[in-house]
């Protein structure tokens, strides 16, 4: 019987023990090795609305694991890799032989290299303890810095504004959600924040964290300094890929890997945060450090663990974020100086729409506007549709250029919907974990 040891009991491990189980229902040895019990990081914000309780955060109890005819080393942490004689090694030192290795090892938050960041009161915000601790600080008239204003910031802005925090969120560059959005979408979101009471400074370099009795003090280059109680450090992550270092696999980023999600080393695979995989649209290698490649990574991966021959296409780079009522999205390549830019603003609204075209192929888009808006919801799928499927709309493309809030007709044109289910990686739809039958 085949042994498939998983490192990393995240979107990416997880989703590989259920497509494992979904495709041999239990005719395989399943060894999960997870310093944490599996919980879902992308639900955080909601746990820190207080929105859901501590167990809606978890995706996987023990029982549930065993259900799954999972061997599951609960916090135990991989250590290194001997590739040559198929071993996995513990810290600790134990060893685990393994057919098939996939590495989800996820990343991790890091700290501006500001004096004072890691004292008492700053928190990432990336972990369930992580999280904990900045739930534990807030709460109405709380007055908390956001340092660094990329997506995750955005993804906890709603959680806090929504519980009477003051918030000044601090940018060192000239724009809010720099990887996300470009200027004129920066500045729309930035209006939305300040008119409701988010102070937002950009081109702002915090120099050091200060204490000043129970309170933080903020300095910065240039401007005045910021008293807060709590201080949230937002300002990247990087992939947990140290520990893999004498391996023989190649890195760059992450840890490279084809569209099978292997690795150049037999048998060993790698999905999620930790992968640098192909790109849907460019074809070119990148880590997409978000929920959905996480969940394809780890599909795929899986059903070829299990002996199928599946190739994906790549993951498509999307952002989603609702902040404030407001939706803000963007896909693909986005920010390409060489596309065809169609682009559009609605000031009184406010909506704004960009699409980028190579030839009659969607490449990218940006999106922004009310949540309650109908055409802006369906407009975030039917984009998100268009620029994954590549599929051609050339007839289309003048009409767009005219009016590029018109997308719903192209769409609908396109036939992408129908390409869509198709596209779920294994050409079929995932089971949910209690549905999969396991033989005994
Ligand atoms: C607050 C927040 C909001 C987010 N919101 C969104 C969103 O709206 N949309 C979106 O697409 N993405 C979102 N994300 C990102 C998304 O959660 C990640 O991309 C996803 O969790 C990646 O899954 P993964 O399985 O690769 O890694 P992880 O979920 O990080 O899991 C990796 C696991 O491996 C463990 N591990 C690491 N090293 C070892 C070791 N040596 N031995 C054993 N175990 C180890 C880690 O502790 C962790 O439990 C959000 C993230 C955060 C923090």
Request: with cysteine.
């Amino acid at each position: 019987m085949a042994r498939h040891v998983i490192v990393g009991g995240g979107t990416a491990g997880w989703n590989a023990i259920t497509t494992l189980r979904e495709l041999d229902q239990g005719d395989s040895e399943i060894v999960l090795v997870a310093d944490e019990t599996p919980y879902s990081r992308m639900v955080l914000p909601y746990y820190l609305a207080r929105d859901i309780a501590e167990s809606h955060v978890y995706i996987a109890s023990p029982p549930k694991l065993a259900a799954l005819n999972v061997d599951a080393r609960l916090g135990a942490r991989a250590e290194r890799i001997d590739a040559s004689a198929g071993k996995l090694i513990l810290e600790g030192g134990d060893e685990i032989e393994y057919d098939n290795l996939l590495i989800a090892t996820g990343s991790s938050a890091v700290k501006a290299p500001v004096p004072g960041a890691d004292g008492k009161n700053v928190h990432s915000f990336w972990t369930f303890p992580q999280a904990r601790a900045v739930a534990s600080g807030v709460g109405e008239g709380a007055r908390v810095a956001m340092i660094g204003a990329g997506f995750i910031a955005f993804t906890i802005l709603n959680a806090l504004v929504n519980q009477g925090v003051k918030l000044t969120v601090v940018e060192l560059e000239s724009r809010i959600l720099p990887r996300m959005i470009d200027d004129t979408g920066a500045g729309i979101v930035q209006d939305w924040l300040n008119e409701r009471g988010v102070e937002v400074r950009t081109s702002t370099q915090v120099t050091s964290i200060e204490d000043k009795g129970d309170a933080k003090l903020l300095k910065f280059k240039e401007g005045p300094d910021l008293e807060v109680d709590l201080v949230i450090m937002a300002t990247g992550i990087k992939p947990n890929i140290d520990w893999v270092a004498g391996s023989g696999l190649e890195t760059n980023q992450g840890i490279l890997v084809d569209e099978h999600c292997r690795t150049n080393v037999e048998n060993i695979y790698a999905a999620g945060d930790i992968a640098e995989g192909p790109d849907a649209v460019t074809g070119e290698k990148v880590v997409h450090a978000i929920e959905p490649t996480a969940m394809q990574h780890g599909r795929v991966a899986a059903a070829n663990m299990a002996g199928q021959e599946v190739a994906y296409k790549g993951s498509l780079l999307m952002n989603i974020v609702d902040v404030l009522d407001m939706e803000i999205a963007s896909f693909g390549a986005w920010d390409d100086a060489d596309a065809e830019v169609f682009e559009a603003v609605r000031p009184e609204r406010p909506a704004y729409r960009k699409l980028l075209f190579h030839g009659g192929r969607l490449t990218g888009a940006i999106i922004l506007g009310k949540t309650r808006e109908i055409w802006t919801t369906n407009d975030v799928g039917m984009l998100k549709g268009l620029v994954y499927t590549g599929v051609d709309i050339l007839e289309w493309k003048e009409h767009l250029r005219e009016n590029p809030f018109d997308v719903k007709r192209a769409f609908l044109a396109s036939g992408a919907a129908g390409g869509l289910l198709p596209e779920t990686v294994l050409g079929r739809p995932s089971i949910s974990a209690h549905e999969i039958a396991i033989s005994s």
